[in-house]
């Protein structure tokens, strides 16, 4: 029964491929449209337990343990959200993938948008929760910056098993990453629904700059709800998504702004 399914560990669905150096992990469920899951920073394929079962429904579910995560196992000791960006690329390209639908949650949603802008024709439609531009306490809130710092500098006082290291890089790609500029998204050619909590990790004026930069985007701020919504609003996450890829993106303006 779906219930029962180890996602992320998943023997009948699981595949690797070898790219860029190392190996990606990825698993696949239902048949349709592509539809890309990119997770959270420190997540994994895991993080979309809720998302999976649903979505396979209706598309071909391709979720991933990005680089340096999960058993997406890298040994290099840099990782950047474009070499992030470049993996699902890569990805799209080994599995004969055109033209993608993509779900990115968190670091997941800043990866989504390098590579819509790298890659745009890979790109069909993005929902992305909670992503943000830059590095410092406009694009989280001071408490999540801190946090961040403070776990990257225990860590560093630790003995330094790869295990360890690894946990450092981790931190450190939200510590020092992304720098994208608000101009740049006015690149991005697909449609986008840019969302979050009203009490999210990252403040609502950066998700509101973000979805003003898009041309074509959609601003939901969820009541209620904090960073981890695909987790904690799974219901109305998932409903609300799939709503946005099913429909033709509306430009709402002039006096379409009264319907």
Request: with cysteine.
């Amino acid at each position: 029964m779906q219930g029962q399914v180890s996602y992320g560990d998943n023997k009948s669905a699981g595949h690797y491929i070898n790219t860029r150096r190392f190996k990606v992990y990825y698993e696949i469920y239902g048949k349709g449209a592509p539809l890309i899951l990119i997770h959270n920073n420190g997540g994994s394929i895991k993080s979309f337990a809720g998302q999976i079962p649903y979505f396979s429904n209706e598309y071909k579910v391709i979720a991933v343990d990005t680089r340096a995560h999960g058993k997406s196992v890298d040994h290099s000791d840099s990782l950047t959200f474009k070499q992030i960006a470049d993996d699902f690329n890569a990805l799209s390209d080994s599995l004969h993938i055109d033209s993608t639908y993509v779900i990115g949650w968190s670091d997941g949603g800043v990866v989504s948008l390098l590579l819509a802008m790298r890659h745009p024709e890979k790109v069909k439609k993005m929902a992305l929760s909670g992503p943000n531009l830059w590095p410092d306490t406009t694009g989280l809130i001071p408490f999540v910056y801190h946090y961040i710092e403070n776990e990257s500098a225990e860590l560093r006082k630790q003995s330094q098993t790869p295990e360890i290291k690894n946990h450092i890089k981790i931190y450190d790609l939200d510590l020092y990453e992304p720098h994208i500029t608000l101009e740049r998204l006015r690149i991005i050619k697909c449609p986008a629904l840019i969302f979050g909590g009203d009490h999210d990790a990252i403040p609502q004026l950066h998700l509101l700059q973000i979805a003003q930069y898009i041309p074509l985007s959609y601003l939901w701020i969820i009541p209620n709800s904090g960073h981890a919504t695909p987790k904690f609003k799974t219901d109305i996450f998932n409903t609300t998504v799939n709503e946005f890829f099913r429909n033709p993106y509306r430009k709402i303006e002039g006096t379409a702004v009264f319907q």
